[in-house]
């Protein structure tokens, strides 16, 4: 017993302030790769690696020659798997770490609120005009094989930003904005088209479109209707349909100045959609989710 102590006890006596520094930055840069991953699909991958070398280690204990060569193998040639699976979570990193918000970005209470104020006034106004618009308010799922399809921006927001976008004929006003961190990341973004079957024939492909990217990811997905002028919201593959000035809010508000009132008010699916209308007093809202319901009772 006092044999297997003895590395343990010299290692504790050598053990000096070096030692503790270098433990500290490998804890943060374990820290900043999780923060990277977990808000993209890439950590499924990183898992998937983690099980590979566990599984690398059980055939080495169990002898298993042939085998623990081709897992020491793929172990080997990981570091460019890495590079090549992680390439969009890498460089978002990096661009992160040259604009100093690696370990930040959320806008603040007041910046929340004039995006709030900002993407209502743009939102509103291009209904008005009958502009069509798809924003994209990316969250914890990353989307960037969304922003690869665009053209990156990285601009503050503004109503007359938002606007210009999307004005018809200007070069980014086809596709999708993507938003985070409260910032426009990217325009004129493709997004995968909803493959539900079920959905109304008198939906267009922007209302397509917000339902497919909301299907793949916890976005919140604005649209306004260019033919009837009308604003949706789309989440978790459900669609909510005429929305009011102050159910866009509430929306929005939710987005940039969560707190666990307006939170909780979002359920998920026709219900909670039917209930954050009747909340919110929108009458034509209420009256589209409750036809919705009712005809997807039996279902």
């Excluded at 990811?217 to 009837?228: G, M, P």
Aim: proline share 3%; glycine share 8%; net charge negative.
């Amino acid at each position: 017993m006092t044999d297997f102590l003895e590395p343990l006890k010299n290692g504790l006596e050598q053990f000096g302030w070096r030692d503790i520094v270098d433990i500290i930055i490998v804890a943060i840069i374990i820290y900043l790769v999780i923060r990277v991953l977990a808000k993209t699909r890439a950590l499924r991958m990183l898992i998937g690696l983690g099980v590979i070398l566990l599984f690398a280690r059980v055939f080495e204990l169990l002898n298993l020659v042939t085998v623990t060569w081709l897992f020491t193998w793929i172990l080997n040639a990981s570091a460019v798997l890495i590079v090549v699976l992680f390439q969009p979570e890498i460089r978002r990193a990096l661009e992160k770490l040259g604009q100093a918000k690696v370990f930040g970005g959320a806008p603040s209470v007041r910046d929340g609120e004039k995006l709030v104020e900002q993407f209502s006034r743009a939102i509103i106004n291009m209904a008005k005009h009958k502009v069509g618009a798809i924003i994209v308010f990316e969250r914890k799922t990353g989307l960037a094989e969304v922003l690869e399809s665009g053209t990156l921006l990285d601009a503050a927001v503004s109503d007359e930003l938002v606007e210009n976008i999307f004005y018809p004929n200007t070069p980014l006003h086809d596709g999708a904005m993507v938003v985070r961190d409260g910032r426009i990341i990217a325009a004129g973004c493709f997004l995968p088209l909803s493959d539900n079957k079920h959905l109304s024939s008198e939906l267009g492909t922007r209302h397509r479109a917000a339902l497919g990217v909301s299907e793949i990811s916890d976005s919140y997905v604005i649209v306004v209707s260019e033919e009837r002028g009308t604003i949706s919201f789309a989440h978790d593959g459900a669609l909510e349909r005429y929305l009011d000035a102050k159910t866009l809010k509430s929306i929005l508000t939710e987005l940039f100045l969560p707190t666990e009132g307006n939170t909780a008010k979002r359920g998920a699916g026709k219900a909670g959609l039917l209930a954050e209308a009747k909340e919110a007093n929108a009458p034509e809202t209420v009256k589209e989710a409750e036809e919705k319901d009712r005809e997807d009772g039996g279902q």
